[in-house]
Structure formats: structure tokens, C-alpha cells
């Protein structure tokens, strides 16, 4: 058995957009114009307070950041659902591995319960057995190895038997630092930090993992 274990945003869903127009959205409240979407984009994986302080720049003060991620939570926590999709061919290769037996889990530093009610809402929530967030073990997020070996001692996995899945470098460090493999998606938010980080393979489709999972 393997232990496939998933980021979220730019691995399973698409959500750039609703990301996008929330941090927007928060900046408007701040009394800040727009930032451009794809630079925006390059601030999603750290979690929503990191999110918030690079779209309010470094230099803001806590209290600034604090009071814009409070309206932040809030606003993504109405809209987060508004262009959000699973990126093709995801749920046919989450259906296929699942019926295959494999163990599937989410780790993603998106606050716990903003994921948990996405894979609901999208109807993917009976595929995994866990499904951890940013919040989940606070203070630490990826790329600490909590979640993963978490995951390991739940069920009971091997690490030679795990793989985490991911678009950006933090997910491949989070990999290294809990000695698994790890699989880059060269379509997500930031695919192009792997060449500071690189995977152990790379995939253009979802498909292309289930592949390489039963050959």
C-alpha cells in the first residue's frame, strides 16, 4: 500500500482566483490598491497570516496584519468556493487510487477548517483519511514534517511507502525534511521553485501518478 499525501491549492484545486480577489478584497479594506494576481499567487503555501503579511508588505505593523487577516478569514471564508475547481483529471485519479486500496491525506497549511469544508463541498471528503491544515499543529506548518509523520504513525505506513504531492518547493522540503519522496505538479502556483527544490519526479497530469503508482 502507498500513502499518497496531497497538497491543496495549486495540487488538488484551483483556487488562484478566490485567493486572489479575497487578498484583494482585504487590501480594499486597508485602504491599499490591488496587487497583480500572478504576484499574489507567489505569496499562497505559507499559510493565511503569511499570505496577508506579504500582500501588506513586510514593514506593516502586527496590529496592521492582524486586523487585515481577521477580515481576510472572514471574506475568503464567504467567497472561497466562488471559481474554485479540482484541476482536471483530479477526481479521476483520487477515484482510481482509492479504489485501489491506497491510503490518500491532505497536508496543507490552508486553515483546517477552510479545507476540511472545500473537499466537502467539492465531494472529495470520503477519499482521504485525514485531511490537516495550517492550524493543525500549531505553530507548525509545512514545511515542518509534523503532518507527515503524523500520518505516518496513524497508519502505520512505511516511509519508503509515501510520497507527498505538491506545486511548490515548501511541499518538496516538507518531503526531505520527513525523509519520503516527493512529486512536483508542474501546473500549480509555483512549479517554477523547483528548480531550487526539485522533486523526485514530475507530473503534467494527475494521471501520470496513478500511472507511475501501478507500474
Not at 509534523?146 to 506545486?167: P, Y
Request: aromatic share 8%.
Amino acid at each position: 500500500m502507498h500513502l499518497l499525501i496531497f497538497d491543496l491549492d495549486g495540487t488538488l484545486v484551483d483556487s488562484k482566483q478566490d485567493l486572489i480577489d479575497s487578498v484583494n478584497a482585504t487590501r480594499g479594506y486597508m485602504n491599499l490598491p490591488p496587487l497583480p494576481g500572478e504576484l499574489v499567487a507567489k505569496y499562497v503555501g505559507r499559510g493565511a497570516h503569511a499570505l496577508v503579511r506579504s500582500a501588506l508588505g513586510e514593514t506593516a505593523p502586527e496590529a496592521e496584519v492582524d486586523r487585515a487577516h481577521t477580515f481576510f478569514i472572514k471574506y475568503y471564508g464567504e467567497h472561497m468556493l466562488d471559481k474554485t475547481v479540482l484541476y482536471d483529471g483530479v477526481r479521476e485519479a483520487l477515484d482510481r487510487l482509492r479504489t485501489k486500496g491506497h491510503t490518500l491525506a491532505v497536508l496543507t497549511n490552508k486553515p483546517v477548517k477552510f479545507s476540511e469544508r472545500m473537499m466537502a463541498q467539492l465531494g472529495l471528503a470520503q477519499h482521504f483519511v485525514r485531511v490537516y491544515g495550517g492550524n493543525s499543529f500549531e505553530p507548525k506548518k509545512k514545511p515542518d514534517p509534523v503532518g507527515i509523520l503524523t500520518l505516518l504513525g496513524e497508519t502505520g505506513i512505511s516511509k519508503t511507502k509515501t510520497i507527498m504531492v505538491g506545486d511548490s518547493s515548501v511541499d518538496i522540503r516538507t518531503a526531505r525534511n520527513a525523509g519520503v519522496q516527493a512529486c512536483g505538479c508542474a501546473w500549480g502556483f509555483q512549479p517554477e521553485t523547483f528548480a531550487a527544490e526539485p522533486p523526485d519526479f514530475l507530473i503534467d497530469h494527475m494521471s501520470q501518478l496513478v500511472e507511475r503508482i501501478e507500474s
